[in-house]
């Protein structure tokens, strides 16, 4: 799993209150959706920032808007490179390992996302905030999922984002740049 070093769309893309995939209609709500992360865009305010995360082998985007206090050092963690954290110590240390993240909801509550860890034959679920469940799982090289549901209810179309980037454009007086 890599983190992309940049992130070409600007968070005011993000923050356009778009949503709805209709892409994947066809497609089950319950149907697992596999994501990688695309970067962490800081916002101008400082308040927060946005975890930006896309479907693997598509364009479609899942941002978790993180707040201020959530969100030090998220860029650092998200990294594949970055040094483990204590939890993914702690967890490595009594034997267990990180099988899989879900994102169960696009909210950075503490049941945000649900933790999958086996321990030998033992299996583990324990539900954490989204931000520090995807960097545990970047920290574990663990595959992060969500479901269709959340996808089409909080995701972003690649028309979606290409649509508020050229309404951010035109606010602007500049031409919109394409994904």
């Known amino acids: 799993m890599r983190v992309s070093a940049s992130l070409s769309i600007p968070w005011l893309v993000l923050m356009t209150g778009l949503a709805g995939i209709s892409a994947h209609a066809a497609a089950p709500p319950s ?3 596999e994501l990688e992360v695309a970067g962490v865009l800081p916002m101008p305010e400082g308040a927060a920032s946005i975890l930006v995360l896309r479907e693997k082998g598509a364009k479609n985007l899942l941002p978790l808007v993180v707040p201020g206090a959530q969100d030090q050092d998220l860029g650092r963690r998200l990294r594949a490179d970055a040094a483990p954290g204590l939890l993914a110590e702690t967890i490595r240390a009594l034997g267990g390992r990180v099988r899989e993240v879900e994102i169960a909801s696009a909210d950075e509550g503490p049941g945000g996302a649900r933790v999958r860890l086996t321990q030998g034959a033992r299996r583990l679920e324990l539900p954490g905030a989204a931000s520090e469940s995807v960097a545990l799982a970047v920290s574990a090289g663990a595959p992060i999922f969500t479901s269709r549901r959340v996808m089409d209810e909080s995701g972003l179309s690649p028309d979606e ?3 508020a980037r050229q ?13």
Do not use: H
């Open 161 to 163: 984002v290409d649509r």
């Open 167 to 179: 309404r951010a454009a035109a606010r602007e007086g500049g031409e919109p740049q394409r994904m």
């Open 31 to 33: 149907a697992r959706v």
